[in-house]
Nanobody, 114 residues
């Protein structure tokens, strides 16, 4: 059974940085894509960044966030710099198999507040 486990969330002041990590277990194959989504209270889940054949960023985070993958470990990371209160959300790791199956982590809370 595929499991995605996130780590690295927490509370930080505006302008600060956090690094999220996600590791997959129970897999013997490489995912077609891995990435991050987030969901703020009262809002829909939205894409933050993905890494597959190409790398995609939401306009709101481009230039501040960097996604990276470690294919040998089936892991994906999200370096978040210059964080803003609008970045406050639960961040979810996402992975897509070659067959198109989408897997989700349990989520990790990121709070940006002074």
């Amino acid at each position: 059974q595929v499991q995605l486990v996130e780590s690295g969330g927490g509370t930080v002041q505006p302008g600060g940085s956090l690094k999220l990590s996600c590791a997959a277990s129970g897999v013997t194959f490489r995912f077609r894509a891995m990435g991050w989504y987030r969901q703020a209270p009262g809002k829909q889940r939205e894409l933050v960044a993905t890494s597959g054949g190409s790398t995609t960023y939401a306009d709101s985070v481009r230039g501040r966030f960097t996604i990276s993958r470690d294919n040998a470990k089936n892991a994906v990371h999200l370096q978040m710099n210059n964080l803003e209160p609008a970045d406050t959300a639960v961040y979810y790791c996402n992975a897509v198999t070659v067959s198109g199956l989408r897997c989700w982590g349990q989520g990790t809370q990121v709070t940006v507040s002074s």
